[in-house]
């Protein structure tokens, strides 16, 4: 099945900073997707990247996609307290069966 | 509505007893899967199905478990038996086509097993 290992399990920044969550894939990636979920809540699909070296930005939001190492980053500028939550990183494999990493808790600290 | 439904939001059970949650996908989405997400932890796979197409049930993490999809539309996911480590929150996504496609993700079913 796909692995999908995501780094780091937890991160806690300061109002302002930037940051980057990384999800590594064990397998070829046909597919790889950003959600956010705030505790208790549903998931938020951020973005969806399908090409190797594909970028995509939402607000302050921006995730690559590295198809050759297997790896999707997503960074996020001038970090706000908005953005706090689990960071979860979806991919396909070619049958179209969807799996997801563990998630990253960002703590934005005022 | 619009989106990914299912009922019920929660569920409260005694060990042993079977449970069935119910998820109705995005009318036309022709893929549907189902999650398990324990407190604090990611998405666990459970089964997917696409279409007409066998479904991939590689995620079920016991003969406890089954799932079926009627009519290509609403789902029902079975526990029978239940343990109490099935208590977590089961989610259903639709998405129009399987693979590189965005999931519809349901509010889920918190499943508390006593």
């Known amino acids: 099945s796909q692995e999908l290992e995501q780094s780091p399990q937890s991160l806690i920044v300061q109002e302002g900073k930037n940051l980057t969550i990384n999800c590594t894939s064990s397998?070829?990636?046909?597919?790889l997707y950003w959600y956010k979920q705030k505790y208790g809540e549903g998931l938020i699909f951020l973005m969806m990247?399908?090409?190797?070296?594909e970028e995509k930005s939402h607000e302050k939001i921006t995730a690559k996609l590295d198809e050759k190492k297997q790896q999707s980053s997503l960074h996020i500028t001038a970090s706000q307290p908005s953005h706090a939550g689990i960071y979860l990183c979806?991919?396909?494999?070619?049958?179209?069966?969807?799996?997801f990493g563990d998630g990253t808790t960002l703590t934005v600290k005022p | 509505g619009a989106g990914v439904s299912q009922s019920p939001s929660n569920k409260v059970t005694e060990k042993g007893k079977d449970v069935e949650l119910r998820c109705d996908p995005i009318?036309?989405?022709?893929?549907l899967y189902w999650y398990r997400q324990s407190l604090g932890q990611g998405l666990e796979f459970l089964i997917y199905?696409?279409?007409?197409?066998?479904?991939?049930k590689s995620g079920l993490p016991s003969d406890r478990f089954s799932a079926e999809r009627t009519g290509g539309s609403v789902s029902t996911l079975t526990i029978q038996r239940t343990q109490q480590e099935d208590s977590a929150v089961y989610l259903c996504?639709?998405?129009?086509?399987?693979?590189?496609?965005?999931?519809?993700f349901g509010p889920g079913t918190r499943l508390t097993v006593l």
């Open positions: 009318s036309g989405h022709t893929a």
């Open positions: 996504a639709s998405s129009f086509q399987g693979g590189r496609a965005e999931k519809f």
């Open positions: 397998k070829t990636l046909y597919g």
């Open positions: 199905f696409q279409g007409n197409s066998a479904p991939d």
């Open positions: 979806g991919a396909d494999n070619s049958a179209g069966k969807s799996t």
């Open positions: 990247l399908q090409k190797g070296g």
